[in-house]
């Protein structure tokens, strides 16, 4: 018997991406129903087996014997269900009036054009699954992170392929600044969305979203993947500097200790993941004025006072701290803000008067190389500074009068 062969026909098909065995054969199966249907008028009398393991279809023709003056009479004839015992004897001999016949529908009995239109509806049937079977699998990952491997790289995105072979877009919007990949390299990234374009999923990955430090502190820390410690909220500039806020229902666990590890080694991975971006662990916690205190971690705090209202904050610190407190670039503050909720403002606490400034806290009124004279000789701090005379520093410095008045000025200020 000649099947109706797939793997000559249908090749391709045979292992189908993101479509198990019995999507695939109950396709195929309606595919061919349909050819039927319209060969016959219906598909009553048919039996459509499907063999995956030999990639084959096999369709068999249910038919009852008639007497042949029936057929020629026509009246209860018909071709789809009965068949003339002329017929039936070129088959077999010994067949009788009334029996069932059961026979096999060759490739060839469809015809070219109906086997061409029978491929191109299987193709368009298995390709509209495999996208919807791709978008729903996604779907209901995102937020998970997921290991691929680099396949092109082009100026605004990246093309990475999972382990099925699936294609997933990083665009360049979701790199941090100092990614670098070349192809074949494998990459970490979450999956951040998933969406439809033009009938075709789109799978987009994110390494600069919160969800991902989320999800490598679960990879690193097992007190968190197994909820022992609850990351309350995430902030990031990223490949700068980020904020994690962390709690512990536990009253023995430490969650801070327990996220940096041993002299560091559960964060370092992190850090080395995220190219070094500097990471804060702070102990979560309802109060304000001390959540706003932990959050603008390294620098140390003298008071607070915050206007619930209008969600802002004024923080007082030591001259010598301020510039910890916004941190380069702005990133501290700026990100203390965002993990708070409150908008910020840093002041200088100057009741103290006996406290000195670092030079280096003038950086953005005072030139750096009028700075740098000062230091050469040995004025480290604003005091030392306005302890000398005019006359000296002209004479100790390549500074003019001038320029040594208005840099005593503004040191003046600072403690006036």
Request: aromatic letters at 6%; charged letters at 35%; proline letters at 3%.
């Amino acid at each position: 018997m000649e099947n109706i062969n797939l793997i000559e026909s249908f090749s391709e098909f045979k292992e189908v991406k993101n479509i198990d065995r019995p999507t695939l054969m109950s396709i195929i199966e309606d595919v061919f129903k349909s050819a039927l249907i319209k060969k016959y008028g219906s598909d009553d009398n048919f039996d459509i087996i499907v063999n995956p393991d030999r990639g084959d279809v096999e369709i068999w023709h249910n038919r009852i014997i008639m007497d042949d003056e029936f057929v020629d009479d026509s009246f209860d004839y018909d071709p789809a269900k009965h068949i003339s015992l002329t017929d039936a004897h070129k088959i077999e001999a010994e067949f009788e009036l009334g029996e069932e016949i059961t026979t096999p529908v060759r490739l060839d009995d469809f015809g070219r054009r109906a086997v061409l239109a029978v491929r191109q509806n299987l193709v368009s049937k298995i390709l509209e699954l495999e996208k919807d079977s791709l978008f729903k699998k996604y779907k209901e990952r995102v937020g998970d992170i997921m290991t691929g491997e680099v396949y092109q790289v082009w100026k605004k995105e990246l093309l990475v392929l999972d382990e099925e072979g699936n294609e997933l877009l990083l665009p360049k919007t979701e790199q941090i600044p100092s990614d670098f990949f070349k192809k074949g390299d494998t990459i970490k990234a979450v999956i951040q969305r998933v969406e439809m374009k033009n009938n075709n999923p789109v799978i987009i990955l994110s390494r600069t979203s919160p969800k991902f430090l989320e999800r490598l502190f679960e990879l690193e820390v097992p007190e968190v993947f197994d909820g022992l410690i609850t990351i309350k909220k995430i902030v990031r500039e990223p490949g700068e500097r980020a904020k994690v806020a962390v709690e512990s229902y536990d009253d023995r666990i430490d969650p801070v200790g327990a996220c940096v590890g041993m002299k560091g080694s559960r964060i370092h991975g992190i850090v080395r993941e995220l190219r070094n971006e500097n990471i804060d662990v702070i102990n979560f916690t309802n109060n304000a004025q001390l959540f706003i205190t932990r959050s603008l971690s390294p620098a140390k705090i003298t008071s607070v006072k915050i206007d619930d209202e209008t969600k802002r904050a004024e923080v007082f610190l030591k001259p010598d701290q301020v510039s910890l407190a916004i941190g380069k670039g702005g990133h501290n503050i700026k990100l203390a803000g965002k993990l708070t909720g409150y908008e910020i403002d840093v002041y200088r606490d100057t009741d103290i008067d006996s406290e000195d400034v670092d030079l280096e806290e003038f950086a953005d009124e005072i030139e750096g190389w009028i700075l740098d004279e000062l230091k050469n000789i040995g004025c480290d701090t604003a005091k030392s500074v306005l302890e000398l005379s005019t006359e000296e520093l002209v004479k100790r410095t390549d500074l003019e009068e001038v320029t040594v008045n208005e840099v005593k000025q503004i040191l003046q200020s600072e403690f006036e």
